[in-house]
């Protein structure tokens, strides 16, 4: 199998701290979820991303995107729902692992995507995860041989419970600069680009 990295992005939330679907906000020339696909089809060309909440509303806004469209019916159950709708709808047979990201990170870098791939393709482990503080999260790659444990994932429970459990085959690195979500109307205002 080659080392192709298929990317998960999660964008199916309510935004119910935000407001409004945070998946459309402005964020330089485009939206939070256009500026996360525009990272990530700078990685690979291989794009899917989970839609839920406001899902007709955001996927007419991304329709001309290169992008495979998920749609989580059961998003309300949480992170761990969109992850494991959105494994179970990725050919895995093509790909050697899948990297989860968020649409709401916009101030990770292109590098540090490209680092994840790097250190994930050059090192015998099964994850690499990024590092917050005292916590290790996404985004983050799995090997598709977590696939299983990742379509398991129910509820809130998200990809962290699958990066603790296999913490000995797990590679963590810290993002350079700033990694924060972008949750709420003051989260917005306070990182967006003037």
Not at 5 to 25: T, V, Y
Not at 104 to 122: G, R
């Amino acid at each position: 199998m080659d080392n192709r990295i298929a990317i998960l992005i999660l964008a199916a939330g309510e935004s119910s701290r935000m407001g409004r679907p945070k998946q459309l906000l402005p964020w330089k020339d485009a939206t939070l979820l256009e500026q996360a696909i525009g990272t990530a089809k700078q990685v690979s060309k291989d794009v899917f991303v989970v839609l839920g909440a406001h899902g007709d509303l955001i996927a007419e806004a991304i329709k001309n995107e290169p992008v495979s469209i998920i749609n989580n019916k059961k998003w309300s159950n949480g992170l761990g729902s969109s992850i494991s709708t959105g494994i179970s709808k990725i050919p895995l047979d093509n790909f050697s692992a899948v990297l989860i990201m968020l649409a709401d990170q916009p101030l990770l870098s292109v590098s540090f995507y490209k680092q994840m791939i790097t250190t994930f393709t050059s090192n015998p482990c099964r994850i690499v995860a990024t590092q917050y503080d005292i916590k290790v999260g996404v985004p983050a790659i799995f090997a598709v041989n977590l696939a299983t444990e990742l379509i398991q994932l129910q509820q809130d429970i998200g990809a962290r419970y699958i990066i603790n459990t296999y913490k000995k085959e797990c590679i963590v690195l810290n993002p350079e600069g700033t990694s924060v979500d972008i949750d709420t109307p003051l989260d917005y205002q306070t990182y967006r680009p003037k």
